[in-house]
């Protein structure tokens, strides 16, 4: 025998299902993705991925992009230019970036990866590679329709916005 649920108990269940997906891969048993970056980096670097806030990391990839300025990195990255600008100095203090002054302008510098910034960010597009092929191998077992309706699900989530506890059901 089949079991048919409602619609109202699917929606409890995935209520919950997402709670739990976001405890399971929260960072609370460990830091599975730090530590990946420590066993990949030369041992003088360990404190240094360990200690860097993950924004700092991603910063560090939009400048691998190539080399910008603060405004430019706020802009590329969708970030605040005073939020970019606290993650450079981090980057600085690190040795990851330097800063260079833009000729025939005084306020702005351009921004571009050391050595051990490039070594870093290596490593951690080798981390999101590896997630990205496990959450492939994962997927894979799913057809192309139930892929589509996941797809479908989690863009218009993505494109809601809560108004107080509630997420805004749009038209």
Do not use: W
């Not at 399971?24 to 730090?34: I, L, N, Q, T, V």
């Not at 200690?51 to 691998?64: K, V």
């Amino acid at each position: 025998m089949v079991s048919v649920k409602t619609k109202s108990v699917l929606v409890d269940e995935i209520n919950e299902l997402i709670g739990a997906v976001g405890d399971k891969f929260d960072s609370a048993e460990g830091d599975a993705e730090r530590d990946y970056m420590a066993e990949h980096c030369p041992k003088r670097l360990e404190h240094t991925v360990r200690r860097l806030p993950t924004l700092s990391m991603h910063l560090l990839a939009r400048i691998a992009e190539g080399p910008v300025s603060i405004v430019g990195l706020a802009a590329r990255s969708g970030q605040l230019k005073g939020t970019a600008s606290k993650h450079v100095q981090r980057l600085v203090e690190a040795g990851l970036l330097e800063r260079s002054p833009i000729p025939g302008n005084r306020k702005e510098v351009v921004l571009s990866l050391t050595a051990d910034g490039r070594l870093i960010n290596a490593v951690h597009r080798r981390m999101h590679d590896e997630m990205t092929r496990g959450l492939g191998d994962f997927l894979a077992r799913y057809s192309n329709a139930e892929l589509a309706v996941l797809t479908k699900v989690l863009r218009d989530l993505l494109a809601t916005e809560r108004v107080g506890v509630r997420i805004a059901v749009g038209e």
